[in-house]
């Protein structure tokens, strides 16, 4: 993840984070839908309370679905993941050295 985007997840809030992932599951729901691009802001139309249609309904509870779907792909993906080598021990460090070491 590049600096711009750890410092922009870091600056918003749980609410707003939560906000964009619903937004976001939303959208791709709406597009699934829809079987055409879909913009963000026509996605936001549907988070207005304002909005009661039985197509937000449903879109809303396969938004759900998605958000629940990429929370365990992550943790799979993440589970998968090869571990991160540890830092370089003493004796891979002495293993390394050009000039060997005379004991006296």
Do not use: Y
Request: some cysteine; proline content about 3%; charged content about 30%.
């Amino acid at each position: 993840m590049t600096a711009h985007a750890k410092s922009l997840l870091s600056d918003a809030s749980q609410e707003e984070l939560a906000t964009c992932i619903r937004l976001l599951a939303l959208s791709v729901a709406h597009h699934r839908h829809t079987s055409a691009f879909t913009s963000l802001r026509d996605s936001a139309e549907l988070l207005k309370p304002q909005n009661t249609s039985k197509e937000k309904a449903a879109l809303f509870m396969q938004s759900r679905d998605l958000v629940a779907e990429a929370l365990e792909l992550v943790r799979v993906l993440a589970a998968e993941a090869p571990p991160k080598k540890a830092a370089n021990t003493d004796e891979e460090n002495e293993e390394r050295r050009k000039q060997l070491r005379i004991s006296v």
